[in-house]
Nanobody
Framework: QVRLVESGGGSVQSGGSLRLSCAVT????????LGWFRQPPGKERQGVAT???????NLADSVKGRFTISHDYTKNTAYLQMNSLNIEDTAMYYC????????????????????????WGQGTQVTVSS
């Protein structure tokens, strides 16, 4: 069983920064894909960023240049550093994990497809005000 716990959400003014954390626990964790998704009020869930614990990461076009995803293997914790926040970034943010399996292609962690992620955290709210 894999468990994810997000933290770091809150309220911030436009132009501000927040760092979200996602602690991942579970037996036998090795390689996995950690994704950050968000769901703005009244809208569908969106992919924000993914990172393969083996290294490669991806960012959605809407956050490139502002957000950074990283992973600390020693702590099994992923981070989403969010800078230059704007009102459109207001959403519930979720982290999710997809375990690696033999046969996956090299781009297995690239797509922002929520259906591919089997484990989810409870979410943390980010509110950006003007």
């Amino acid at each position: 069983q894999v468990r994810l716990v997000e933290s770091g959400g809150g309220s911030v003014q436009s132009g501000g920064s927040l760092r979200l954390s996602c602690a991942v626990t579970g037996n036998g964790l090795r390689r996995y894909c950690l994704g950050w998704f968000r769901q703005p009020p009244g809208k569908e869930r969106q992919g924000v960023a993914t990172i393969d614990t083996a290294g490669p990461s991806n960012l959605a076009d809407s956050v490139k240049g502002r957000f950074t995803i990283s992973h600390d293997y020693t702590k099994n914790t992923a981070y989403l550093q969010m800078n230059s926040l704007n009102i459109e970034d207001t959403a519930m943010y979720y982290c999710a994990a997809r375990l690696w399996a033999p046969g996956y292609s090299g781009s297995w962690c690239s797509p922002f497809s929520a259906a591919d992620f089997g484990y989810w955290g409870q979410g943390t709210q980010v509110t950006v005000s003007s």
